[in-house]
C-alpha cells in the first residue's frame, strides 16, 4: 500500500509541474494549407463560400453548419454561421461571423469557439481565417490558400490548455490537415464539375 501512494505522488506532482510548466509556455495555433485549383475563378468562389453545401461537406468532421444571418447582399461582411465540428477529436461548437469580402478573391472569418469534452464545455478559443484566391505565378490556375489560427485566453488555465492540446494532442498538425482536407475536397468538386 505504502508502493501505490509513493506512485500516486509521483504522478500528481509530475502532473502539477506540467500544468505549471505548460502555463509558462502557452502556444498559439497558426498553420497555413494550399492547394492549385485549375477552374474558375467563380467557380472557386461559389464553393468556398457554400457554408451549408460545399464547405459543410469538405470535412467529415464537420458535424452541422448553419448561417445563422446572411446579409441581403449574399456572402458578404456580417455573416453569421454556428458549425460544430470536432478537431482533435475534440468536439467544438464555431460561432463564426465573416469580414473583409472581397468578392473572388478572399474573405476572413473570426469565431469564439467553445471545446468540449465529455459534455463539458472546457475552454473557450478566439479562432479565425484568412481564404484567399490568387493566381499562381506560373499562370497554370489558381492558389487557393486558408489561413487558420487560434488563440487561447491568457489565463493559466488558456495556457495550461494551449501547451496540453500542442504537446499531448498535436493540434496543430490535426488543424493542418484539416484545412488541407477541406482545400482538397474544394478543389476536387470544382474541377471535376
Not at 492558389?143 to 501547451?163: C, I
Request: glycine share 8%; net charge negative; hydrophobic share 40%.
Amino acid at each position: 500500500m505504502e508502493v501505490i501512494k509513493k506512485i500516486v505522488l509521483v504522478v500528481l506532482i509530475l502532473l502539477v509541474f506540467l500544468v505549471v510548466y505548460g502555463s509558462f509556455n502557452p502556444r498559439v495555433v497558426d498553420v497555413t494549407e494550399s492547394v492549385r485549383v485549375t477552374a474558375t475563378k467563380q467557380a472557386i468562389w461559389n464553393a468556398v463560400t457554400d457554408f451549408e453545401g460545399v464547405f459543410h461537406d469538405s470535412n467529415h468532421a464537420h458535424l452541422s453548419t448553419t448561417v445563422t444571418k446572411r446579409p441581403e447582399s449574399g456572402f458578404d461582411d456580417g455573416l453569421t454561421f454556428l458549425q460544430k465540428e470536432t478537431v482533435g477529436g475534440i468536439y467544438g461548437v464555431l460561432d463564426g461571423r465573416v469580414f473583409d469580402v472581397f468578392p473572388t478573391r478572399r474573405y476572413r472569418l473570426s469565431a469564439d469557439t467553445t471545446y468540449r469534452l465529455w459534455g463539458i464545455d472546457v475552454i473557450e478559443v478566439s479562432e479565425g481565417g484568412d481564404l484567399r484566391i490568387e493566381e499562381t505565378r506560373a499562370g497554370d490556375g489558381w492558389r487557393l490558400s486558408h489561413r487558420v489560427f487560434g488563440h487561447f485566453p491568457d489565463t493559466f488555465v488558456g495556457r495550461a490548455m494551449s501547451w496540453f492540446m500542442s504537446a499531448f494532442m498535436n493540434i496543430e498538425a490535426d488543424a493542418a490537415q484539416h484545412t488541407l482536407v477541406e482545400l482538397e475536397y474544394v478543389k476536387r468538386e470544382v474541377e471535376e464539375s
